[in-house]
């Protein structure tokens, strides 16, 4: 009997430790493994939006070189019910920007889910992890919380090709994300100290994407088209207003930018532009690509 109520205790103390055991290796070892599956789980819905918003992109990119086409026409052929015409596909654009803008927003989200879920994984994971979600702030109008997480990615942990190669992709978006915001602050009006500041960082990085590609025997056609994006920025300042707004943006570029700039302070406060000419340090080759 003894020794019944004694296996009896010793089973049921063994079951009462279960729960114990299960939070202990949540918190210790199993809590990695939880937080790698949950994070895998996200990685792929982070994926699965990002098509999605890539997808409405280019929809919103057809949208906006339509309705330019379309005030051009009403422009030249001056036709009765020509400004209703445009209005509409205005309007159009409008909207299909927005709906991008929003997909955009839903991807950097769910890469950060991502990245809080790898905490303590390993840094070049989470590295790659945070250059995904900061390229889907800058398209969807966040461009200065992206800039400031690619500035840091920017500098390569070491000289391995594949901490160097994120190094470049990051400064190539970098370089990306201060064009579309030298641009849209143009259009939108801001005064020139302020969008030529962004020009300035933009042609800064892509000059040293060009100089690094060419030192690093990059295929000429590469090293081209980041020479191309040097003169490109240049054109955005020296470009007539007029002349700029018939131009289409950028295949990758949002229609606005949202939140406040790095060091703005009070609303019409800006720091002064930087003084120096080009930076120096990692970079890489790859243009921009089609659609500017």
Do not use: C
Not at 105 to 115: G, N, Y
Not at 271 to 286: H, K, L, S, V
């Amino acid at each position: 009997m003894r020794g019944r109520e004694l296996m009896q205790r010793l089973g049921w103390s063994a079951w009462a430790l279960v729960p114990v055991a299960l939070l202990a290796f949540h918190f210790g070892p199993g809590r990695t493994l939880a937080a790698r599956e949950v994070a895998a789980t996200r990685f792929r819905e982070a994926t699965e939006l990002e098509q999605i918003a890539i997808g409405l992109q280019s929809e919103a990119y057809q949208a906006h070189v339509d309705s330019i086409d379309m005030r051009r026409r009403s422009f030249l052929e001056e036709s009765d019910g020509g400004d209703e015409a445009t209005a509409a596909m205005n309007e159009r654009e409008r909207i299909a920007y927005e709906s991008a803008s929003a997909a955009w927003t839903a991807v950097a989200d769910a890469f950060a889910q991502v990245e809080e879920r790898l905490v303590d994984d390993d840094p070049r994971t989470i590295d790659r992890v945070r250059w995904s979600k900061a390229r889907a702030r800058v398209r969807s109008g966040a461009i200065w919380e992206g800039t400031a997480d690619l500035e840091a990615l920017s500098v390569p942990r070491s000289s391995a090709p594949g901490d160097v190669e994120l190094a470049r992709a990051a400064r190539e978006e970098l370089a990306t994300a201060h064009y579309f915001g030298a641009r849209l602050l143009r259009m939108a009006g801001e005064p020139a100290r302020v969008w030529r500041a962004e020009a300035l960082k933009a042609r800064q990085h892509f000059r040293l994407l060009a100089e690094t590609a060419a030192a690093t025997g990059a295929d000429a056609d590469v090293v081209r088209g980041l020479e191309d994006n040097v003169e490109r920025t240049i054109d955005l300042e020296q470009m007539d207003k007029s002349e700029l707004e018939g131009r289409a943006m950028p295949r990758e570029s949002p229609r606005g930018t949202r939140g406040r700039r790095p060091g703005q302070g009070r609303e019409g406060i800006t720091n002064r532009p930087p003084t120096q000419r080009d930076g120096r340090g990692a970079g890489g080759a790859g243009p921009v690509g089609p659609g500017w």
